[in-house]
């Protein structure tokens, strides 16, 4: 089945500093990504769609300057999030659309637990 | 973009089967509907995919209905490690789509 990685599964990070996580599809190609934030016992709040070669689109209220998208290539989307501070705490999930075999179809990382101190 | 409405848990015994009905009473023509289980500190997985009747796989079935305003993810047998959050997701079409959580089915499988 297909599968998508993150990296890494969990960082700790002073405030104000800066953090990379990575999600990679290993075994398809993904044309789009999706970022997710997830808070204890909530459920998965979409941040942002990464599109390979464009610009991602944010959601209403996700501060594009503060959670920086890239998508490189057709297997990576990278989030930074910027001048990180306790509040963006929280743990981060990335998801790959295969488009086959069927429509629609996503595929999440493990996901990664940020904790700003 | 279409709503999805579950139960906020359900609890079962180990070896009955569960069912799990989802409403989207706005769902799209192209939209497909979607289960995925989550453990606690891990992504959701994939479960069980479905257009109309019926889908079934190595680990659960999917009924919906021919108005498909509901499915219902039916897992035969539960154990204790099938304690996990059950999501019921509706795409929002063909291409260009994002797919939006609810607030997901808190199933609890006791001894």
């Known amino acids: 089945g297909a599968v998508v990685s993150q990296h890494p599964s969990r960082v700790i990070c002073k405030s104000g500093t800066s953090v990379k996580i990575e999600c990679r599809s290993l075994?398809?190609?993904?044309?789009?990504m999706f970022w997710y934030r997830q808070f204890p016992k909530k459920s998965l709040m979409l941040m942002a769609t990464?599109?390979?070669?464009?610009?991602?689109?944010?959601e209403q209220g996700v501060e594009k300057d503060k959670f920086l998208i890239n998508h490189a290539s057709l297997t990576l989307s990278t989030l930074t999030v910027t001048s990180a501070h306790p509040e963006d705490s929280s743990f981060y999930i990335c998801?790959?659309?295969?488009?086959?075999?069927?429509?629609?179809?996503?595929?999440f990382g493990p996901g990664t637990r940020l904790l700003v101190l | 973009l279409a709503k999805t409405t579950q139960p906020i848990s359900m609890d079962s015994y180990e070896g009955q089967e569960v069912n799990i009905t989802c409403s989207h009473n706005?769902?799209?023509?192209?939209?497909?509907i979607t289960w995925y289980q989550q453990f606690p500190s891990q992504g959701p997985r994939f479960i069980i995919q479905?257009?109309?009747t019926k889908v079934t796989n190595e680990v659960a079935s999917l009924f919906i209905p021919a108005d498909r305003k509901s499915s219902t993810l039916s897992l035969p047998r539960v154990s204790l490690s099938d304690t996990a959050v059950y999501y019921c997701?509706?795409?929002?079409?063909?291409?260009?789509?994002?797919?939006?959580f609810g607030a997901g089915t808190r199933l609890f499988v006791k001894a």
């Open positions: 479905g257009y109309k």
């Open positions: 706005n769902i799209a023509t192209n939209d497909y």
């Open positions: 990464s599109n390979e070669g464009s610009k991602a689109t944010y």
């Open positions: 998801s790959a659309r295969d488009p086959q075999p069927f429509q629609e179809t996503q595929y």
């Open positions: 075994d398809f190609q993904a044309t789009t």
């Open positions: 997701l509706v795409g929002e079409g063909t291409g260009g789509f994002k797919t939006i």
